[in-house]
C-alpha cells in the first residue's frame, strides 16, 4: 500500500521511512527541507512542497492518492517556542489542519501523529500513563495538545481515525550507520555531547544541578529512534485492521540523569572532559519518565536498541563518520 509520509525527511520521519520501506511499503515523502535533509532518504518518492500552502497538500494527496498519512512536519525546539510562540502556533496547527481537511476531501482517513511528551506538562506522577492529565508547560507542547483535541474532533465528526504517538526523548542512529541525527542548530542532549567529545563545541553545559534528583540533574526517559520508527508502522497497521484511535506512549520506562548519561558517553567513546553548570531553563522538569505498557500490549512493540550505551554507541558511530569532513555543514 502507498503511504504520505510528511516530515519525512527529518530525523524521526527519515528513520520510519527506511522502515517503511522496509516491509515493502510505497512511500511518498513531503517534505520542505527548511530542517529535514534529502541526503537523510533511502529512497521512496520525494515531493517538495509546504504544508502552509493548502495547494501543495492537495495537489499530492491527489496525484499520489495514498491510504494513510504519517504526520512527522512540526517544529520541536522548546526554547524557540517560548521565544516566538506565534512561529509555533502558526506553523504546527495551521499546517496540522490544511493536511487534514486536504485528507478528508480526497476520502483519506488514517493518520499517525507525531506528537510528544509535552503534552502532560509536570507530571504528578512517575511513570506517566496516558490518562495523566494533560497541561502542557510551554508552546511547543500547547501546539501537539491542541492538535491532539483537534484529531479527536475531526475523528468523532469526520470519521478520520488516528494513532497519536507521545514521544518522550528520542535519541541514537539507524545500527546500520545509514542515517542520523542531523539538526542545526542542534539542541538534543545526546548529539551535544557527543559534537563536544569530538572537538566541535567548546563546552558543554548542564542545565542545572539542584533538581530533587539522586545527582541533581534532570532525570529523562531515552527511546531510540529505530525502535520508535517500529512502533509507527506497528500502529500503522493496527489502526489500518481496527480503525480504532488511540493516544500511545514511547519512550523506554527508563530513567536517566544528565550526568549518568556524560558518564556513559564518556566510558563508550573514551573521552574525558570537563563539563559545566548552568541554571535551569525555563519549563524543565525534574523526572519524564513513559508509562508503555499500553503501547507494548497494543501494538506488540518490543524495543531492540533502547538500552543508553546502544543509543550512544549508534549516534557516536553515525557522527564520526559524518563529520565536517564528509560535508556535514554546520559542525565545523
Known amino acids: 500500500m502507498r503511504v504520505l509520509v510528511t516530515g519525512g525527511a527529518g530525523y524521526i520521519g527519515s528513520h520510519t521511512v527506511k522502515e517503511l ?11 520542505n527541507f527548511s530542517s529535514g535533509r534529502e541526503e537523510l532518504l533511502c529512497g521512496g518518492e520525494v ?5 502552509r500552502s493548502r495547494e501543495d497538500i492537495k495537489q499530492v494527496l491527489k496525484k499520489y492518492q495514498p491510504e494513510a498519512v504519517l504526520h512527522f512536519a512540526s517544529l520541536i525546539q522548546v526554547a524557540e517556542s517560548y521565544a516566538d510562540p506565534a512561529k509555533y502556533y502558526y506553523h504546527n496547527l495551521l499546517t496540522t489542519l490544511n493536511l487534514l481537511d486536504s485528507m478528508l476531501e480526497q476520502k ?16 504528578s506522577q512517575t511513570p506517566i500513563p496516558e490518562d495523566h492529565p494533560l497541561n502542557p508547560i510551554n508552546p511547543y507542547g500547547v ?22 504517538l507521545r514521544y518522550f526523548n ?6 546500520a550507520g545509514q542515517l542520523g541525527e542531523w539538526h542545526q542548530p542542534e539542541t538534543h542532549l545526546i548529539p551535544s555531547l557527543l559534537f563536544y567529545f569530538l572537538g566541535k563545541k567548546e563546552d558543554f553545559l548542564i542545565y542545572g544541578q539542584d533538581f530533587p534528583t539522586p545527582d541533581g540533574t534532570a532525570i529523562r526517559d531515552y527511546i531510540h529512534v529505530t525502535d520508535l520508527a517500529s512502533a509507527h508502522v506497528l500502529a500503522l497497521e493496527k ?7 488511540q493516544v500511545l506512549n514511547l519512550g523506554s520506562s527508563r530513567g536517566y540523569s544528565v550526568l549518568e548519561v556524560v558518564k556513559e558517553a564518556g566510558q563508550l567513546t573514551g573521552q574525558a572532559r570537563p563539563v559545566k553548570f548552568g541554571p535551569r531553563r525555563e519549563g524543565d522538569v525534574p ?11 497494543y501494538l506488540g ?27 556535514r555543514p554546520g559542525q565545523g
Open 47 to 51: 515531493v517538495r512542497g509546504d504544508l
Open 108 to 123: 483519506i482517513k488514517v493518520l499517525i501523529f507525531s506528537s510528544s511528551a509535552a503534552v502532560y506538562g509536570l507530571p
Open 287 to 297: 523526572v519524564l519518565l513513559a508509562s508503555t505498557e499500553k503501547a507494548e500490549k
Open 239 to 245: 489502526l489500518l485492521a481496527t480503525n480504532c484511535s
Open 170 to 175: 528520542a535519541a541514537g542512529a539507524d545500527p
Open 143 to 164: 501546539t501537539k495538545f491542541m492538535t491532539e483535541r483537534i484529531l479527536q474532533d475531526y475523528d468523532r465528526a469526520y470519521g478520520l481515525n488516528y494513532i497519536s
Open 301 to 327: 512493540w518490543n524495543r531492540k536498541y533502547s538500552d543508553l550505551r546502544t543509543i550512544i554507541k549508534t549516534a557516536w558511530d553515525w557522527h564520526r563518520a559524518h563529520g565536517p569532513a564528509q560535508g
Open 21 to 31: 520501506l522496509s516491509r515493502n511499503y510505497e512511500v511518498v515523502v513531503f517534505d
